[in-house]
């Protein structure tokens, strides 16, 4: 039996769904624009559920299933740690370079003339645990052009959002916000990277602050990049900090708020 679309989007808000669940009903949300994030799916006017979990909502029009996971389906606004495997020209750039070979050396040099000035454009393919390689233009940094190209060796940790994330295509990505700036984005310098669920990562990211980040900014100084694809990068002053407070964060998913602070103090406690 079909399930029913709920009149009420808040009566599944923050409850347990499952795949086929209904949960939306556009025809009764009229002049209305919202953003479905992972797990979500619209067919014709009704929102449905494609894995299990619980649907959560944030202000102003957001909905997504929040579960835990360890691989990652990438979403359109997902900010996520990613790491360069590749580089590739892309297409245009391509063409050109079969262009300039098709000629023979006779009119090479006329060729070279006419295409002066034009650079070839590499973007980078970049891991970010979903189930294809993620596709990061060169275009996509604040200030970016053909001329002006980001260096980034292989292995390099960027800090990235999750801009097109279509079935059956290989995400894009990009290294500025909403308004073209850079502001948090880029390449993540030393420090040290660990994997979590992607449920662990939602929670560190959740507001009120997660207790064990509160529990360890009472006395740690740190910098921490957290991903929705269940990446977590930690930098401080100090090895033994950096270990610390990952290891807080890897002990933390099944412990309650009351056990996550109990946890902290006895790690600082072994440090002092």
């Known amino acids: 039996m079909e399930a029913k679309p709920s009149n009420s989007p808040k009566s599944f808000i923050d409850q347990s769904v499952a795949p086929g669940d209904v949960v939306l009903d556009l025809s009764s949300m009229a002049n209305q624009t919202i953003k479905l994030g992972g797990g979500l799916r619209q067919d014709c006017d009704s929102i449905s559920v494609m894995k299990s979990g619980k649907l959560r909502f944030v202000k102003p029009n957001k909905y997504w299933v929040e579960s835990s996971q360890?691989?990652?389906v990438p979403c359109v606004w997902d900010n996520v740690l990613g790491i360069v495997v590749d580089s590739k020209a892309d297409l245009q750039s391509k063409k050109l370079l079969l262009l300039m070979t098709a000629f023979s050396f006779t009119w090479k040099s006329h060729v070279e003339v006419a295409f002066k000035g034009l650079s070839v454009t590499v973007n980078?393919?970049?891991?970010?645990?979903?189930?294809?390689?993620a596709f990061l233009p060169v275009l996509a940094f604040e200030g970016g052009t053909r001329r002006n190209i980001p260096k980034f060796e292989m292995g390099t940790l960027l800090y990235v959002r999750v801009v097109k994330a279509n079935t059956g295509m290989n995400p894009e990505l990009s290294?500025?916000?909403a308004t073209g700036k850079a502001a948090e984005y880029?390449?993540?310098?030393?420090?040290?990277?660990?994997?979590?669920?992607t449920g662990l990562a939602r929670l560190l990211l959740s507001s009120p602050t997660c207790p064990v980040l509160e529990a360890l900014g009472k006395k740690l100084s740190f910098e921490i990049a957290i991903g929705l694809?269940?990446?977590v990068w930690v930098h401080a002053d100090s090895p033994s900090s950096v270990i610390l407070v990952s290891n807080a964060i890897m002990n933390s998913e099944s412990l309650s708020e009351v056990q996550q602070k109990i946890m902290v103090d006895k790690l600082l406690q072994r440090v002092q």
Request: with cysteine; glycine share 12%; proline share 6%.
């Open 229 to 231: 694809n269940g990446r």
């Open 124 to 133: 980078f393919l970049v891991d970010i645990k979903g189930p294809a390689l």
């Open 175 to 177: 290294c500025t916000d």
């Open 70 to 72: 360890k691989r990652y």
């Open 186 to 197: 880029g390449p993540l310098k030393d420090g040290y990277m660990f994997e979590s669920s």
